[in-house]
């Protein structure tokens, strides 16, 4: 199992400024990915991140307002730029068990936009 | 490509039982199942492989329809502490990331 430590748990933002998210895991793993759940609705893929390479990102998810950093296997950073009202959600890292069996959460960052 | 999953939502009274359905149009190569209480994250419950296996944790048990590429997460005799939303995750032989479907949500009544 992965223990994933996340960062911060939640966060009242003026629009035009960003938000990174941080998100330790307590293993080495390949990827990780993170997540956007917007209320009420169900998770969506924002990127998946590799150490050592580029990020990849979803279809309508970009770099330039989703910046993704990997420094090393255990860390990850998500950048929200620019904030809009919009922007307003849930955002989760995640990471997979041995062999994809099965994603670990973490507790998510509950970001408004105001 | 998202699963699509069904019912959107089913109240059930402690003792009741409940299907919960998942299909996807890929070729899947395994399909979990996860719970999420409101302002927590997501729970893992299980995973089923490609093969047609069925699963079992407690009275929540699940099959998998590898030739329809279906899984259904079969809730029974249900409780209190069954309440959330049920999401299914597919994971396609093609793809290293998990679909998630729209969600079920479910509350069970005393």
């Known amino acids: 199992s992965a223990v994933i430590s996340q960062k911060p748990s939640r966060d009242i933002c003026q629009r035009g400024t960003s938000l990174t998210i941080q998100c330790q895991v307590d293993?080495?793993?390949?990827?990780m990915f993170w997540y956007r759940q917007q209320p009420g609705q169900s998770l969506t893929l924002i990127a998946t991140?590799?150490?050592?390479?580029?990020?990849?990102?979803e279809s309508g998810f970009v770099i330039d307002k989703f910046p993704i950093s990997r420094p090393n296997l255990t860390f990850s950073t998500l950048t929200v730029s620019n904030l809009s009202p919009e922007d307003s959600s849930i955002y989760l890292c995640?990471?997979?068990?041995?062999?994809?069996?099965?994603?670990?959460f973490g507790q998510g960052t509950r970001l408004t936009v105001v | 490509q998202q699963p699509v999953q069904s019912p959107q939502a089913v109240i059930l009274r402690e003792g009741e039982d409940a299907v919960i359905n998942c299909s996807s149009s890929?070729?899947?190569?395994?399909v979990h199942w996860y719970r999420q209480k409101h302002g927590e994250a997501p729970v893992f419950l299980m995973i089923?492989?490609?093969?047609?296996e069925q699963k079992g944790h407690d009275k929540i048990s699940a099959s998998f329809n590898e030739k329809k590429q279906q899984s259904s997460l079969y809730l029974t005799a249900s409780q209190l502490s069954y309440s959330g939303t049920y999401f299914c995750?597919?994971?396609?032989?093609?793809?290293?990331?998990?679909?998630f479907g729209a969600g079920t949500t479910v509350t069970v009544r005393a």
């Open positions: 995640s990471v997979e068990g041995e062999w994809y069996t099965e994603a670990f």
């Open positions: 293993s080495q793993v390949t990827m």
């Open positions: 991140a590799n150490q050592g390479s580029e990020a990849t990102y």
């Open positions: 890929k070729a899947l190569y395994s």
């Open positions: 089923l492989l490609k093969g047609g």
């Open positions: 995750g597919t994971w396609t032989s093609r793809d290293y990331k998990l679909s």
